[in-house]
């Protein structure tokens, strides 16, 4: 179990890794084409709503929904009911997703009214920031059919990942990066708004991650056709499942909607800032929590149905080992390095020294919550395979009640900083319950050492905080390096950082086998 979970891990890492490494290259083409103006921030809005949505309907709680039921089928019932389930799902949800994206494109006004609230009033009374509303609406049109691929994409990569074929899933937003990438360096420069360019390659690259899958659930013969049933006993487990998970496990992506909403009052380029703030933390977020979560739905879901409750604990503290030993350095390496990652990133063209500095801040705010994120992403499965959904809703509403309590009295003396203080704050306590809650029933139970193992991370990772403190030199100084210097700079920073900390860890007595499913 250990091996496998690693290997799957290490898999899904790395082809993480691909896509990561594509959208930072992407973030950059984006950066030097927009910088963090109005046309940037434009962009950035009609590109979140369908994003948010494909959380909810796809990656979100559809994935945590249905991994379970489907591993089920696996685990108990034959090959034809197993395909029965997949025709039914796919039909049922293709249904509903056409509908919503209708509606989107349709309503793609009344949509920027609700989350753009501040360009709408700003149009209402002929301002002259009007124009943000307008075009928000138009970019929204194109971006927002993106939901439905993108929806039947994440359902084929959840098959896939139910009988262990992690990597066709982790390497297929490879394709949305290159479109983007393509749009922005031959499209974009051909129009009078270059921001549309953008939008026109969300909406290729996600046909073609859909169109990408399809050979694969071909070759497992697992490429059914869809047909609609909402009465399918398995279909009616995933809706009672999804349903409340809509809300749950997406309680993040609603708060960071909130910050949008919020930030469309503040001042030009908020947006922006909090974007690439928010893109800098995706990196480490996909590459360790988002992977790490994903290998372990399975095996939990596998545990749960097989009724062992000692592999079930195992596997879940095997996860939060990991997420621990990697996203704690991460979290700090964020936080001490955001100036000189952004400036090495993205600093060109339009993004400018400004830029970098306000983005900086909200990084700060942002990257001290990673370890939150990643816990929520580690421990929300110990709920989901189990096919429990309403206990992290719970724990959602109070979360995301806290987001925007916070929201309201952070925004205030910090601006957009605030925004992300609050989502950094609400994301801990998240995690929080979601720990407690497993421990106070029993179903997560610490391993030998894993304490002591934990407290040793910590350790290891002061120290190496306490050297980029000391190493890392001040913006002022990454201004003045060209870019082929700073990158060069940044490079050997990062990897001092990593020795420091792995060579703190072995003197204190941490080993490969504190990271295996006992």
Same mark, same amino acid.
């Not at 919550?369 to 421990?379: A, D, E, Q, R, T």
């Given at each position: 179990m250990s091996k496998k979970l690693l290997k799957s891990g290490m898999i899904v890492s790395f082809m993480t890794l691909i896509s990561r490494v594509l959208g930072l290259v992407r973030d950059v083409v984006i950066a030097n084409l927009l910088g963090a103006g109005a046309s940037a921030d434009l962009f950035f809005f009609a590109n979140k709503i369908?994003?948010? *949505? $494909? $959380? *909810? %309907? =796809?990656?979100? +709680?559809? !994935? &945590? !929904? %249905?991994?379970? @039921? @489907?591993?089920?089928?696996?685990?108990?019932?034959? $090959?034809?009911?197993?395909?029965?389930? @997949? =025709? +039914? +799902?796919?039909?049922?949800?293709?249904? @509903?997703v056409t509908v919503v994206t209708i509606i989107g494109v349709l309503g793609s006004s009344i949509i920027t009214a609700l989350f753009g609230f501040g360009w709408f009033l700003a149009w209402y009374h002929g301002e002259a920031e009007a124009y943000k509303f307008v075009v928000a609406s138009d970019m929204l049109k194109i971006t927002f059919p993106y939901l439905w691929f993108i929806t039947l994409t994440a359902l084929s990569g959840a098959i896939l990942n139910s009988i262990g074929k992690f990597a066709v899933a982790a390497f297929t937003p490879v394709f949305l990066n290159v479109s983007i990438i393509c749009c922005a360096l031959f499209l974009s420069p051909h129009l009078d708004q270059p921001q549309f360019g953008l939008a026109i390659g969300v909406l290729i690259g996600g046909i073609l991650q859909f169109a990408f899958q399809i050979p694969f659930l071909r070759r497992e013969g697992l490429l059914v056709k869809p047909t609609f049933n909402w009465h399918h006993e398995g279909v009616v487990k995933i809706r009672t499942l999804m349903i409340p998970a809509l809300f749950g496990v997406s309680v993040s992506q609603i708060n960071l909607l909130f910050d949008t909403l919020i930030a469309s009052f503040l001042k030009t380029g908020s947006i922006s800032w909090l974007y690439y703030s928010e893109r800098l933390l995706e990196f480490p977020l996909g590459l360790f929590g988002i992977a790490i979560a994903t290998v372990i739905l399975p095996s939990l879901s596998a545990a749960h149905v097989q009724k062992s409750g000692d592999n079930f604990a195992k596997t879940l503290d095997w996860g939060i080992r990991i997420v621990v030993v990697l996203g704690f350095p991460a979290m700090l390496g964020l936080i001490f390095l955001a100036e000189p990652l952004l400036r090495a990133l993205f600093m060109r063209?339009? %993004?400018?020294? &400004?830029?970098?500095?306000? !983005? +900086?801040?909200? *990084?700060? =705010?942002?990257?001290?919550?990673?370890?939150? %994120?990643?816990?929520?992403?580690?421990?929300a499965p110990g709920y989901y395979s189990r096919q429990d959904t309403k206990t992290p809703v719970k724990f959602g509403i109070i979360a995301m009640l806290s987001n925007m309590l916070l929201n309201l009295i952070l925004v205030f003396p910090y601006g957009y900083v605030g925004l992300a203080i609050a989502t950094s704050i609400s994301a801990t306590l998240n995690a929080s319950l979601l720990w407690f809650g497993l421990y106070k029933r029993g179903v997560y139970k610490s391993q030998k050492n894993t304490r002591s193992v934990l407290l040793r991370i910590v350790i290891a990772g002061v120290i190496m905080g306490v050297a980029l403190f000391v190493y890392t030199p001040d913006l002022t100084v990454w201004i003045q390096l060209s870019l082929y210097h700073a990158v060069l700079k940044l490079i050997k920073i990062i990897v001092g950082a990593v020795v420091v900390y792995f060579i703190v860890l072995a003197v204190t007595g941490v080993r490969l086998s504190h990271f295996k499913v006992s």
């Open positions: 369908p994003n948010f *949505l $494909r $959380r *909810l %309907f =796809a990656e979100g +709680a559809f !994935a &945590q !929904a %249905f991994v379970p @039921i @489907i591993t089920e089928y696996e685990k108990t019932k034959s $090959r034809s009911e197993v395909k029965k389930l @997949i =025709a +039914a +799902a796919s039909g049922t949800l293709g249904t @509903i063209g339009e %993004f400018d020294m &400004q830029d970098v500095s306000s !983005a +900086a801040v909200s *990084l700060w =705010a942002l990257g001290s919550g990673l370890l939150s %994120f990643m816990m929520v992403k580690v421990l």
